[in-house]
């Protein structure tokens, strides 16, 4: 049963646009998020994060938008560029609900495919 | 990524053959994981560590165990290789809640 969502596949932008990655999550103990980005063959890297007492974190180019009552979060990036052609994974994990035995498991999406074309 | 080696890259069996993968650190994190990543899938946990012999399952653990007997090694074994475990492994290593660092991933194919 997947817990964090993406439901968008793939995203095609045009260079120096704005683009919107989505995710939606169904656990409402989930408080703490984060966005990893994928280059084939590399593992994935992180990004941004941001924690449930947060609605916004900004990083340069990249912000998180989290919106609790929806169970959704986006992350926006402007403007684009061809480098951030990629897959995008957002992910999600319980801290306040862990324990020191859990491993602080991030429940990952399946990622979205961004393409930004020149 | 620097502080976490996955071995082999790339490797290729037969169905039914064990199948060990490694992931090694340098960073002395506690945390250690195994993922892998299938097409419409995402990244799914295999198992963690938590810390020298300590291992649980996560959600895909069937086929798989695991060992740590290092905190810099985590052993992935295959006990009996199948098709359906033709996958991308990432390792990953955290010490504490905030966030993973990645392996390079190896690539396995069951033939």
């Known amino acids: 049963d997947q817990q964090v969502k993406q439901n968008s596949p793939s995203l095609s932008v045009q260079e120096g646009r704005i683009s919107i990655l989505n995710c939606d999550y169904t656990?409402?103990?989930?408080?703490?998020f984060l966005w990893y980005k994928k280059y084939p063959a590399e593992g994935p890297t992180f990004l941004i994060s941001?924690?449930?007492?947060?609605d916004k974190n900004e990083d340069g180019r990249f912000t998180v938008f989290l919106n609790k009552s929806a169970k959704h979060l986006s992350l926006h990036i402007v403007p684009s560029q061809p480098g951030d052609s990629a897959v995008y994974f957002c992910?999600?994990?319980?801290?306040?609900?862990?324990?020191?035995?859990?491993?602080?498991?991030?429940?990952f999406g399946k990622g979205t495919s961004l393409l930004v074309t020149p | 990524d620097a502080g976490i080696t996955q071995s082999p890259r790339h490797k290729v069996t037969e169905t039914g053959t064990p199948v060990t993968l490694r992931c090694h650190q340098t960073?002395?994190?506690?945390?250690m994981y195994w993922y892998r990543q299938d097409p419409g899938h995402g990244l799914r946990l295999i198992h963690y560590?938590?810390?020298?012999?300590?291992?649980d399952k996560g959600e895909v653990s069937d086929g798989y165990s695991v060992s740590r007997s290092k905190t810099e090694d985590f052993l992935l074994t295959l006990e009996s290789a199948t098709s359906s475990q033709t996958s991308v492994y990432f390792c990953?290593?955290?010490?504490?809640?905030?966030?993973?660092?990645f392996g390079s991933g190896t690539r396995l194919t069951v033939v």
């Open positions: 990953a290593i955290s010490e504490n809640t905030y966030g993973y660092t």
């Open positions: 656990n409402s103990m989930f408080d703490y």
């Open positions: 941001i924690s449930s007492i947060k």
């Open positions: 992910a999600a994990s319980a801290r306040s609900s862990a324990n020191s035995n859990s491993g602080y498991a991030l429940n």
């Open positions: 960073e002395n994190h506690r945390y």
């Open positions: 560590s938590y810390g020298v012999k300590d291992t």
